[in-house]
């Protein structure tokens, strides 16, 4: 047996067969694995995985390595470690070195220390050529589940148009594309501080209640999904029925939430008058609460007009996608909205601020625990929720549960996240590395968020002279008709488009 002074694992392997370098990743890999090792009543060793770590030596073949090993004495161990260190100087873990090799260097180079050294009788290989093939071995092969990551992003950002680099600081610039009526500069001359207005009014709400963030935007949801991103969810019922604020999934929507819009539409139009529609303050608030809360600033395309109805009951609940749905179903909904599975993953991402009713999950703790939750996450839930209907509410993310960042994904790769629909995406194959690398790379989900995000905010919206500009966000206005004839024929001089658009 040959003990080195210094040992390292550079990588482990999860259940998955994917290689985890990350030091936390490795830590529960570990943790994972002994706990089951000690308190199971009959413990089993993955015999089949074994040769990928340790070669497999005949009798003869260890007696020739054991006696190399003793001829030549190892009494300098720092300069034999030295020595292999040298040679592993080229291949710093994750690219960190002065010196970059091009991707098809580096595949032809995995390929060759994926080879154990030819054992043909011909020579002897030496103890010091095991140990710096083994070392190059699980080094290499770390990086290269990193360098497929970040191939697939390039391939993720090549398809959907995404930039990467050169994305400024203070605003992540997203080249998508816009339908029809919809403007990057639509307020510019008839509202231009509108922007400003709402994210300073917004900074003092935050300031005192940062958890309104993910009421905000969760608003701006649950009024795209249903009809278009047109502000029906802000409109209070009337004789011809309730209001989509009084279907069941929106039930649990923020009273503050409506209010903070309210407010910011008197702000806006107190300004500049009657020009900014409440489907574009929601939707600038929703971008403004993900900015605020730590996450992408980006551009938004305006000019959306507001809805003259509602929806049913039915149709909201049609439409949304409700907490205990497992991938196949959230793809298939979203497939209906244009959106997918990429944009799927990101814009679950929105669940990294906010808070959860118990009953939004119980049903994966009682009568029996959900097996892809963590034990102790859901034993720590049991607390809170100690049954089935319990009015409580728990932090959807139990790392920053007030910080827009990635830390979700992470949650979800350590088998803890809060709804179905949530820790499925890590457990469907068809979102799974999707799910792992927002986890691995935050500026990759942030730029993703913000381009699916300008894709959701654009699905069915009104423009044009359709839909009306609402003086009140929760009624239709009165004088729909004279008044919007009005502005439209302002809009169409201003920003230079035509009606038949």
């Given amino acids: 047996m040959i003990r080195r002074r210094y040992n390292k694992l550079e990588g482990l392997n999860n259940k998955y067969g994917e290689w985890k370098c990350d030091k936390d990743d490795m830590k529960t890999i570990a943790l994972s694995y002994f706990t089951k090792l000690f308190l199971s009543q009959s413990p089993k060793v993955n015999v089949d ?10 009798e003869g073949l260890n007696d020739i390595l054991n006696r190399e090993s003793l001829l030549a004495g190892f009494d300098n161990k720092d300069e034999d470690i030295g020595e292999s260190g040298k040679e592993l100087e080229i291949l710093e873990p994750n690219g960190s070195g002065s010196g970059r090799e091009s991707e098809d260097d580096f595949v032809k180079k995995m390929e060759e220390v994926r080879k154990i050294p030819e054992r043909d009788g011909a020579g002897i290989v030496s103890v010091k050529e095991v140990i710096a093939t083994d070392e190059k071995r699980s080094d290499l092969e770390c990086q290269l589940s990193q ?17 990467d680099g050169g994305v400024s600081e203070a605003k992540t610039s997203v080249d998508a594309p816009i339908v029809n009526g919809l403007s990057w500069t639509f307020y510019k001359k008839s509202c231009p501080k509108a922007e400003s207005i709402i994210r ?41 029925g309730p209001g989509e604020q009084e279907a069941t999934p929106n039930l649990t929507l923020r009273k503050e939430a409506f209010d903070i819009i309210d407010d910011l539409r008197e702000r806006v139009h107190k300004a500049c008058g009657r020009v900014v529609s409440c489907s574009d303050i929601v939707a600038i608030a929703a971008r403004d609460s993900v900015t605020l809360s730590g996450g992408p600033d980006y551009e938004l395309p305006l000019g959306r007009r507001d809805g003259l109805t509602f929806a049913t009951a039915q149709a909201t609940v049609d439409n949304l996608v409700p907490p205990t749905a497992d991938t196949t179903f959230l793809l298939n909904r979203l497939a209906t909205k244009n959106l997918d599975k990429t944009d799927a993953v990101a814009l679950s991402g929105g669940h990294t601020i906010g808070i959860s009713h118990c009953s939004s999950f119980t049903d994966r703790l009682y009568p029996t625990q959900d097996p892809t939750m963590d034990e102790t996450f859901a034993n720590n839930l049991k607390k809170t929720c100690p049954a089935l209907d319990t009015p409580n509410t728990v932090f959807q993310d139990i790392r920053t549960p007030n910080v827009f960042d990635n830390k979700y994904y992470v949650d979800l790769m350590n088998r803890q996240g809060l709804f179905t629909s949530d820790q499925d995406l890590y457990t469907d194959k068809r979102t799974r590395d999707i799910v792992t690398s927002f986890a691995v790379d935050e500026k990759l989900f942030f730029d993703q968020f913000a381009l699916s995000m300008i894709k959701m905010g654009q699905m069915s919206v009104l423009t044009g002279i359709q839909g009306e500009v609402r003086a009140n966000c929760s009624i239709r206005n009165p004088d729909n008709k004279s008044y919007l004839a009005s502005v439209v024929d302002d809009e169409v001089t201003e920003e230079g488009w035509s009606a038949e658009l």
């Fill in 49 to 58: 995985s074994l040769p990928r770590f340790f070669p497999i030596l005949e």
């Fill in 147 to 163: 360098k497929e990551i970040n191939l697939e992003k390039l391939q993720r950002i090549a398809y959907s148009g995404l930039p």
């Fill in 200 to 240: 300073t009014q917004l900074k003092k709400v935050f300031k005192k209640d940062i958890g309104q963030a993910a009421g905000l935007l969760r608003l701006h949801f649950h009024d795209c999904f249903v009809q278009g991103c047109d502000g029906s969810v802000l409109l209070d019922g009337s004789a011809s």
